[in-house]
T-cell receptor, first 118, second 112 residues
């Protein structure tokens, strides 16, 4: 149980294009999902917290207009990197906070999406 | 300022050589401490949650303990398949109570 998927797992795009990453909780409902970015040999940095049906809360320094987050349902959140540039290349990981049968506090992570902007 | 520090940064063990990884934290009101395992190019895999000092959790060769200032992840008789980066995260009672503070991880290599 508590499986989180991400799609795509890997994407390469040209500078200036937009990329959408999906995060799904497969066997549980997630009222809250989190988006992280991880650079090589660094830890996870929280970008934003999204709650189903409401606007995402962004961490300081994260551009809201550049990283669009939509949490349309209890099992799906999307992150769109708009007008991507090479400096946006990174490993993007989502997580979902489970409720119900699982501990309220635990976050379960997706497998990550490797974004490379040329 | 809330902070999580993991040590050592990297650890090489011979197969069967037990050791411990450390996660020290300074947060205003600990809500939970979490251990994750991360393999290269993959998302973190949940291992343990600890909520209060004195608590211990075990899973196979891993045992996590918690004090008021730090947590230890003990690895008993490790095998090569235990090689991974182990991440510690702390959840604090902040504005939303949601914030996870991650350490930079300990990269463990177990040599056959």
């Amino acid at each position: 149980g508590a499986v989180v998927s991400q799609h795509p797992s890997r994407v390469i795009c040209k500078s200036g294009t937009s990329v959408k990453i999906e995060c799904r909780s497969l066997d549980f409902q997630a009222t809250t999902m989190f988006w992280y970015r991880q650079f090589p040999k660094q830890s996870l940095m929280l970008m934003a917290t999204s709650n189903e049906g409401s606007k995402a809360t962004y961490e300081q320094g994260v551009e809201k207009d550049k990283f669009l987050i939509n949490h349309a349902s209890l099992t799906l959140s999307t992150l769109t990197v708009t007008s991507a540039h090479p400096e946006d290349s990174s490993f993007y990981i989502c997580s979902a906070r489970a409720s119900g049968a699982y501990s309220y506090n635990e976050q379960f992570f997706g497998p990550g999406t490797r974004l490379t902007v040329l | 300022e809330d902070q999580v520090t993991q040590s050592p940064e990297a650890l090489r063990l011979q197969e069967g050589e037990s050791s411990s990884l450390n996660c020290s934290y300074t947060v205003s009101g600990l809500r939970g401490l979490f251990w994750y395992r991360q393999d290269p190019g993959k998302g973190p895999e949940f291992l343990f949650t600890l909520y209060s000092a004195g608590e211990e959790k075990e899973k196979e060769r891993l045992k996590a303990t918690l004090t008021k200032k730090e947590s230890f992840l003990h690895i008993t008789a490790p095998k090569p398949e235990d090689s991974a980066t182990y991440l510690c995260a702390v959840q604090a009672w902040g504005n939303t109570g949601n914030q996870f503070y991650f350490g930079t991880g300990t990269s463990l290599t177990v040599i056959p």
